[in-house]
């Protein structure tokens, strides 16, 4: 504990579901006090997720008010009393968290939920890919396991998550056929290797199946990563070979309605629907999985792309250039 901590702090709350406008900028909120197996950060720079907007509608339920927020890097500057310290943080410790109230200046998260940031790597560049990055590497990974050669398709590929989910592909020998909205976001994803794009909200891209089948001469591709949901699910069935496997995993047009399952049948298709936390659940699974995205970085294997950086009293308008496809890549603010 330090007397440098201040007892009131800047951060966003919502006290009831909405549009970006419930969003409340406070600069008299509490700075919370870590309990036992908490640590007390002081947020040097947080990351902008879609599921925050999902928290934000109530498409997610939780408990309101709420300050939202799933990621971000900064400080250590207190210890909960009483602590058992496994991981041996002390106060200074510059550290990234994935937990829950990052869109504020300190955060008290389960140390658990913490990893030391290694000298060399940038809070910005961390946080561009930490909850994206590891969404993608469970996903090629656990969820379905890519390999060399397998052709995969990937939605909203200019994405905070998709930008990543095209490099790591690659990286992996993969064939990567990405969709995104708008000639400057295709351009970009196909600067990051993609080997086709197709743009689905041009007239010709609507078709975006029957391109698809075009590219893998009718047979259909080994797997659909699609975090758009509603307005591709369809598709993605259709886009996929036979015996081939949908993860579905975001809700960026809206959730997946529930599925008769046998619409698997007559291509006897593979479905998931994982989230990142249920591969996270154990500190040996949250620090291997932390440990392959860090190599990346620091291996210059994974290159982040930074939307753009919000201060935090002007999150209403960073939630809108989100939901409203303006922003390619992460898009991340500063408390
Ligand atoms: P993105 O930066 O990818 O933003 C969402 C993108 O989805 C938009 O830029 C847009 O790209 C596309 N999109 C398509 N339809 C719509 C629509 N109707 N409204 C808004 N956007 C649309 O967000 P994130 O990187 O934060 O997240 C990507 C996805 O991954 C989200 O669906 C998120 O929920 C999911 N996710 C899931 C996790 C899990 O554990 N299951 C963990 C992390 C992320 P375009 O204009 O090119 O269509």
Redesign the pocket.
Known sequence: TSSSIPTTQNAVIIETTGGPEVLQFRTDQPVPSPKEGEILVKNHIAG?????T?FRTGLYPSPKPEILGREAAGTIVALGSGVTNPYGFKVGDRVMWMHNSGYAQYTAVPAKTAIKIPDGVKDEDLVASF??G??VL??VKETYAVQKGDVVLV????????ILMVQILKSLGAVVIG????AE?VALVKSLGADHVID??SEEGKDWVKIVKEITNGRGVDVVYD??????WEGSLEAVKRKGFVAW??????PVPPLPIQRLSPKCIKIA??????YLVEREEYEYWAGQLLELLQSGKLKVKI?KIFPLAEVQQAHKD??????????LLKP
């Open positions: 902008l997720n879609f599921i925050d999902y909850l994206s590891l969404t469970t996903l939605h909203a590929a200019a994405g905070g998550a998709g969709t995104a909205g708008g976001k689905y909200r975090s758009v949901g509603k307005d591709t995993f975001g809700n960026a047009s809206g629907r994982p989230m990142l936390n249920g939307n989100l939901e409203g496809r303006k922003t390619t890549g992460k898009t």
